[in-house]
């Protein structure tokens, strides 16, 4: 028998760099270099070290400073490194002089969450709406990285007088842009024809971070079999069901999932798939209560949907994975004043949570536990605007 021989890709090894500085204290960066571990393992590679410096002011050539450079130099060298990712945006400028002294892959935070979505794009649509953002990032980058674009449009007389090979690139990626904005606005089209065609159904939205479970929450309601796991970006196709609960029928959508730093070009390229956000009766904002950053990603989520203009919706916010909240018990003799992680469900329930959200629910979408308080309370809503928008309709109630 032959032996069998593993064809597979080996994961790539990764170096995370973070850098605190007066918006983001040591505390937050290490949240924050955890929440880019994910991102990098959601990527397919493997973060094995991470390495962070105090920077009030980042060095234009080279983001972090010379000695940190060299530092991470030595660790890649001598550890088979494959992949460095910063945490911030580069400039192309430093890109290209970091990756002079590494020798190595080097990607920043956009460029790492936009590999994410190219892998999970599925449609046409997404598939278009991640290509023109990764033409986008990469466009103010090509005099530091020679890619070789395929040619697009060739043949004698291309080029004019004294023009560089990477002006015609930049040239190719515009005109590659042009004709991806002409695409996207011909499936928007497509789009707003299929959610005009839906009537004037109730229309209910979820939204949240990334990995807050709202495709476990949406194939609870609908009894569907959305695509659902413990990975950052699991969704990026805005998927519509017909939910029935009681008597009342009523659409819901399950959205791409927001995360702090989400790249501007995503934002721009997605507001098309946003739209049924914006076009929404209800919006449930859906939070992770077992995160220990959960009020950090509610303010995110809440910034992005500013920028989408979905703000005047009425939204609930649904606190999901109680099931997996923990918190440090105080001892009683323990005088210190209590922080977040010493407070029990029950007494976070109480806090600003409950006094300040009318519309807020416990729940465990993966445990169904509170479930029929979940489903009565959107009962009511839906039945409420049901009632305003066909007044005749008494008889379903």
């Known amino acids: 028998m032959p032996k069998h021989i593993d064809t597979a890709p080996k994961p790539e090894n990764a170096v995370l760099v973070g850098v605190i500085n007066q918006e983001q204290d040591s505390k937050q960066v290490q949240e924050y270099l955890e929440e880019l571990a ?11 070290k991470q390495f962070t410096q105090k920077v009030n002011i980042p060095n ?14 030595y660790y890649v060298k001598d550890n088979d490194i494959d992949l460095v990712i910063f945490d911030d945006d580069l400039s192309p400028t430093q890109l290209r002089n970091i990756e002079k002294v590494l020798q190595c892959k080097l990607l920043d935070r956009t460029n790492l969450i936009l590999d994410i979505f190219a892998k999970r794009a599925q449609t046409a649509h997404a598939k278009t709406q991640v290509e023109l953002a990764q033409y986008e990032y990469l466009l103010p980058r090509l005099a530091g990285m020679w890619t070789h674009l395929e040619r697009q449009r060739g043949g004698i007389g291309l080029r004019g007088p004294g023009e560089t090979e990477i002006e015609t690139d930049r040239r190719i990626v515009r005109d590659k842009i042009a004709r991806l904005k002409e695409q996207l606005k011909k499936i928007d089209k497509q789009k707003a024809t299929q959610r005009k065609n839906r009537g004037k159904m109730i229309r209910v939205a979820l939204v949240g971070y990334t990995n807050v479970g709202k495709s476990t929450i949406m194939n609870m309601l609908s009894k569907s079999d959305i695509f659902a796991e413990n990975k950052l970006f699991a969704t990026l196709d805005t998927t519509v069901r017909k939910v029935v609960i009681g008597n009342l029928p009523f659409l819901l959508s ?18 098309s798939t946003l739209d049924e956000v914006r076009e929404s009766d209800i919006l449930l904002h859906v939070v992770d209560i077992s995160h220990p950053n959960f009020e950090e990603q509610i303010h995110v989520v809440q910034e992005t949907l500013k920028e989408i203009g979905a703000v005047d919706t009425e939204s609930y916010i649904i606190f999901n994975k109680i099931d997996a909240y923990t918190y440090d018990k105080k001892d ?26 009318e ?12 479930a ?21 309709n008494d008889f379903l109630y």
Not at 38 to 48: D, K, R
Not at 60 to 73: D, S
Request: positive net charge; charged residues 30%.
């Open 372 to 392: 029929d308080i979940f489903k009565q309370m959107l009962y009511d809503k839906v039945k409420e605007i049901h009632a305003i928008r066909y007044p005749y």
């Open 359 to 370: 519309h807020c629910i416990f729940i465990s979408a993966k445990k169904k536990e509170n």
């Open 38 to 48: 994910f991102l990098t393992e959601t990527a397919g590679a493997i973060p094995v």
């Open 332 to 357: 009683e003799d323990d005088l210190t004043p209590k922080t977040k992680a010493n407070y029990s469900l029950e007494e976070l329930k109480k806090t600003w949570m409950a006094k300040n959200n």
């Open 60 to 73: 234009t050539r080279t983001f972090i400073g010379e000695g940190k450079l060299a530092e991470i130099e």
């Open 254 to 271: 399950d959205t791409v999932g927001f995360i702090r730093k989400l790249p501007h070009s995503i934002v721009e390229s997605f507001k």
